[in-house]
């Protein structure tokens, strides 16, 4: 069984992209042999896509 490994943000940006590097690892792998895993090589492009939104915390007043 081979492995390709990729994480965001180190080597993606986005999920399409994540999945594309994991699986050029992939390959990497199956190239080298069996039963191998590979981490992807390169980073992610130097224009990132903006973040995803981050959920805000928001504080109620009590009432009294």
Avoid: F, M
Wanted: positive net charge; glycine residues 4%; charged residues 35%.
């Amino acid at each position: 069984c081979s492995l390709g490994i990729s994480t965001y943000p180190r080597h993606a940006r986005n999920k399409k992209r994540l999945v594309e590097s994991a699986d050029q690892a992939l390959y990497a792998a199956k190239e080298r042999g069996r039963d191998r895993a590979e981490v992807c090589r390169g980073r992610a492009a130097t224009s990132p896509e903006p973040p995803p939104p981050v959920a805000k915390k928001t504080t109620r007043k009590r009432a009294r």
